[in-house]
């Protein structure tokens, strides 16, 4: 729980609150409310130090996280911040009589304290300056400044040593310089001299002589270049030179020798004061700094230290900081209190100190953000110091300790550079935070529209989440179509591919503007296309569509775009637009609105989709038969001919078009081998039609198996019957196998005509040939009367005999005609009953071997041996029924049918199972009898009869069950591991 004390010193910070922040319908409100969260904690907390120091602190140092506290007991306090139980207790009573601390100076790296002590009252006894190493307890003297009052140390930033500070510049207050480096060497620590060497260096001039209040030198980087500041109450003065020599000692003389005797440089500001403060931001520590702030009665001087100074000034952008009159609270401050007794600097702030209150100023703007009431409580504020190295800010009372937590001190910077319109900067400081980009670069669009930089503006506006219905109203307020269609573009390059209606709505808007843009150039002038502007236009558009997210737009919107481009007349566009997508459909389609039926045959050429052969072959047959024909011969395989079909059809109306389509057609069938039925039969009925000394010559190349044919014979038939062509109906009947029909058809053409088709049935069907060769005979002796041509059938068909053609003649033809055929018949007749008494003769001489064959088997016997085994299971033969073959293999029964069951097909396994079933059940019966012919069988020995008849019809090893199980492997696979286990 915290104290009431503590509550009110918490209450009495006030901060300035930050502007409430825009509540934009288009981004999150989750992250304004977690921002505005954080942005309620104050940027500088004041946070009291749980120390009570035991007398009043008199001067406090701190440096590297080593606080130094001079007291009023003389007594001076080292404490670690990060060990500060750990309390080092000084005593210097000893070196404080008649004089007092006028001076505590820390170096950066908190090893090397300086402690300047002034006599108490008068000249007497002459000023003092110790010295007291980080790990020593006791003071030393610096003897050769016994005498100077030191008001100001310059130390080194470049220094890493513990033991030596390094060259350094001492201030007194007579305005005199001295360099000197101060070295603890431990292994002398009796020595009476702790300054390695001294020397004064400079002396400002001033006829007062006034007192050095500040004193400060910087190596600037990667040069060999000084800088050197140094102040007192009115004045500042700046030493810029190079260090030829770094080993020279003492070092920075070398800089100040070049103004030895030239005229005084100097900025003077009014103070009445009797002090003045330096101090200086160190962004990077131990490093070169970023800022540079002088307080005097008039205000800080506020300055930045350029990295690459000027011959003679290195703080550029100098302004007055003046301490505000008024507070948070709107009170007005009394004058006793509005003079800062000493201040620090921050990277973007300045707290300003005074006797009972701390004031934060911004260094961008001058607005007071801070203010931290002190009540009296700890006595009045006597400092406030920085820790150069950590950047830790202490403040200390008389009888106090504070330290002022920074919270994010640039979270309001974004805005004061907005404000500043120095937009760049606030956008860097705006740390990605997506409302506050928004908001900046809002405020930058607008400045450029109104001094009317609209392309700029443009381009800005369309990175916002402004209303992109008001931005893009204003431009067309302003009549600004280049602006608008700029921010148009930008916008687009900003949306996601899944916002696919707003890409439309801005593609089709900016072809809009193209469109009008360019008709109004059209209209002003008749030869626009050597207009400039015309052609930059152009290009500009031709730029536009081939952005990919608008080629891809207008591909999925193609209709719109052209009839937008239509309404406008822009022609030239559209088939540019065409070309460009490819959509040359479109541009044939213009061509043959216009009737160039040439410019769109060679655009069907030119491109590679064949659905548009498919689709514009029959507009363009119609008109250029030839070229259009010999365009498609062109594609080769690359056309499908059954989808030109329907545009073939429609061209067959006269020859002209006819003989074109006959030539694609013809191209198809013998040079691709096309097999599609449609396009023979297209092809046969033009033959039919026009060609008809080619229907012979294709029927022909088709074959005479209607199998292989690729046309429709019933069809083909029925097309030369309506045309006349007989010959190639006799041609199509014999091919459908209607032979009577064709040869029938053939005798009215030619008499060899029907020979050959009667020569075509298949021999096997003598009965048809026969048939169909004298139906020729009769033809010839009966319309013709050639008893002649009628003799010679018998010798061109085997099948026809004189007996067969006798009947075709008439009763008044005399044998002498005949004599010689039936000579010759007779002689055949004679031959074959030769022949069939030879092949009796032999077949009897067969079935008397066979029957002596019969009686020796009948006789024939086998001895079986008592040693004899089964040739399956190597047993006894004699122990169990069995069979013997001719062959000499010997089987017990059961093994017989266990090897054989398996080779049985699935019908003769049932059966043999079904007869073993059988036997079973006889054996248990008494002996029944069937009489088979004039022998009595039982019941019993039937069914081992049919048993016998299935299992031992051959021997398993040479019968044919062995030949058919040639094929089967030796191991089964269930057993082959097994068997391989085995063997290994």
């Known amino acids: 729980m915290t104290s009431i004390i503590d509550q009110y010193e918490k209450a009495s910070q006030r901060s300035k609150p930050s502007g409430p922040e825009p509540m934009r319908p288009d981004i999150s409100t989750a992250g304004f409310i977690q921002m505005k969260l954080q942005d309620e904690e104050p940027i500088f907390i004041r946070q009291r130090v749980n120390f009570r120091p035991p007398d009043n602190i008199l001067h406090l140092a701190v440096s590297s996280n080593l606080i130094i506290i001079a007291m009023a007991n003389n007594v001076i306090l080292r404490i670690d911040v990060k060990n500060p139980e750990k309390k080092e207790e000084i005593d210097v009573s000893k070196c404080m009589s008649q004089m007092k601390m006028s001076g505590l100076f820390l170096d950066p790296l908190g090893n090397h304290l300086l402690l300047a002590l002034t006599p108490k009252n008068g000249e007497s006894p002459p000023s003092e300056f110790f010295y007291l190493h980080k790990t020593a307890n006791k003071l030393k003297p610096a003897g050769k400044f016994r005498g100077h009052e030191i008001t100001a140390v310059g130390w080194n930033f470049s220094n890493t040593s513990d033991t030596t500070t390094g060259p350094i510049l001492l201030g007194t207050s007579k305005g005199l310089i001295f360099e000197t480096e101060i070295t603890l060497d431990v292994d002398k620590i009796f020595n009476t001299s702790l300054e390695q060497y001294w020397k004064q260096v400079f002396d400002i001039g001033e006829h007062s002589k ?534 029938d058809l053939a005798l009215t053409i030619d008499v060899d005509l029907a020979k050959i088709i009667a020569a075509m049935p298949s021999h096997n069907d003598s009965e048809l040939k026969k048939k169909l060769w004298l139906k020729i005979a009769e033809h010839v002796v009966r319309e013709r009367d050639d008893i002649q041509q009628a003799m010679e059938f018998l010798q061109q068909c085997d099948l026809v005999k004189i007996e067969d053609i006798l009947p075709f003649f008439s009763d008044f033809v005399t044998i002498d005609h005949f004599k010689d055929a039936i000579c010759n018949s007779l002689q055949e007749y004679n031959q074959h009953i030769q022949d069939l008494k030879e092949e009796m003769q032999e077949a009897t001489k067969a079935a008397e071997i066979i029957r002596k064959d019969v009686q020796a088997f009948r006789t024939r016997c086998t001895f079986v041996h008592v040693r004899d085994t089964c040739n399956s299971c190597e047993v006894q033969l004699l122990l169990r029924p069995f069979y013997v073959f001719p062959c000499g293999h010997r089987f017990h029964s059961d093994c017989l049918i266990a090897a054989l069951t398996p080779m049985l097909s699935n019908d003769q396994q049932t059966k043999l199972a079904d007869l073993q079933r059988q036997l079973t059940a006889a054996s248990k019966k008494p002996d029944d009898t069937t009489s088979v012919g004039s022998v009595s069988l039982s019941t019993k020995d039937q069914i081992k009869a049919d048993i016998d008849n299935l299992v031992a019809s051959e021997c398993l090893y040479c019968g044919e069950f062995m030949i058919e199980s040639i094929d089967k492997p030796f191991i089964e696979e269930e057993n082959y591991e097994r068997v391989m286990a085995e063997w290994i």
Not at 369 to 388: A, C, M, Q, R, S
Not at 606 to 630: C, D, I, M
């Open 210 to 743: 006034p007192p050095i209040t500040g004193i400060a030198f910087h190596k600037v980087p990667y040069t060999d270049k000084y800088v050197i500041i140094v102040t007192t109450k009115i004045r500042i003065y700046q030493y810029i030179g190079s260090v030829t020599n770094a080993q020279e000692k003492p070092l920075l003389q070398q800089i100040f020798s070049r103004y030895l005797n030239v005229e005084e440089r100097f900025s003077q500001l009014e103070n009445s004061l009797p002090y003045s403060r330096m101090q200086f931001y160190y962004p990077v520590a131990k490093g070169y700094p970023k800022s540079f702030g002088w307080l005097t009665e008039t205000g800080v001087l506020y300055a930045e230290v350029s990295p690459k100074p000027a011959p003679d000034n290195v703080l550029i952008n100098q302004v007055m900081l003046y301490s505000p009159e008024t507070s948070l609270s709107g009170s007005t401050v009394s004058t006793s209190h509005n003079v800062p007794i000493n201040f620090i600097l921050t990277k973007f702030h300045a707290l300003l100190l005074y006797s009972d209150h701390v004031k934060g100023i911004s260094l961008l703007n001058q607005e007071l953000i801070f203010e931290d009431i002190y009540n009296d409580t700890f006595g009045k504020l006597v400092n406030i110091t920085k820790d150069p190295i950590t950047g830790a800010i202490w403040a200390h009372t008389e009888r106090a300790l504070f330290k002022y937590k920074v919270t994010r001190e640039e979270r309001n910077v974004w805005q004061v550079y907005m404000d500043k319109r120095e937009f760049e900067l606030a956008k860097q400081y705006c740390k990605g935070n997506p409302a506050h980009i928004d908001q900046v670069l809002v405020k930058e669009a607008e400045m450029l529209f109104k001094e009317k930089d609209y392309e700029k503006s443009a381009l800005i506006y369309a990175d916002t989440h402004s209303s992109f219905e008001e931005i893009s109203l204003k431009f067309l307020q302003e009549c600004q179509i280049e602006a608008l269609k700029t921010f148009l573009k930008k916008k687009l390059e900003g949306l996601r591919p899944q916002d696919k209606t707003q890409i439309t709505m801005i593609v089709v808007w900016v072809v809009e503007l193209f469109m009008n843009q360019m008709g109004v150039l059209r209209n002003d002038q008749t030869s626009h296309l050597h207009n400039p502007k015309y052609m930059e236009l152009q290009k500009q558009f031709d730029s536009f569509l081939c952005i990919p997210v608008v080629e891809e737009c207008i591909k999925k919107n193609l209709s719109t775009i052209y009839n937008l481009m239509a309404s406008h007349g822009d022609k030239d566009n559209l088939i540019r637009l065409t070309i460009m997508h490819r959509n040359y459909e479109e541009v044939i389609r213009q061509h043959l609105y216009k009737n160039n039926y040439l410019e769109a045959l060679e655009v069907l050429k030119s491109q590679g989709n064949r659905n548009l052969f498919y689709h514009f072959a029959g507009a363009l047959l119609q008109e250029l038969p030839k070229p259009t024909v010999a365009a498609i011969i062109s594609k080769g395989s690359q056309l499908q001919p059954s989808r030109l079909l329907p545009a073939l059809v429609s061209c067959d109306s006269d020859e002209k078009h006819a003989k074109e389509v006959i030539k694609y057609l013809e191209f198809c069938v013998y040079k691709q081998s096309c097999p599609d039925p449609a396009i023979h039969n297209l092809l046969l009925s033009l033959y039919a039609k026009y060609k008809q000394d080619e229907v012979m010559r294709y029927i022909g190349s088709q074959g005479q198996d209607i199998t292989m044919v690729h046309y429709d014979v019933h069809y083909a038939l029925r097309l030369c019957q309506e045309n006349g062509l007989t010959e190639a109906c006799v041609q199509l009947s014999a091919l459908l196998g209607l032979w009577t029909t064709a040869v």
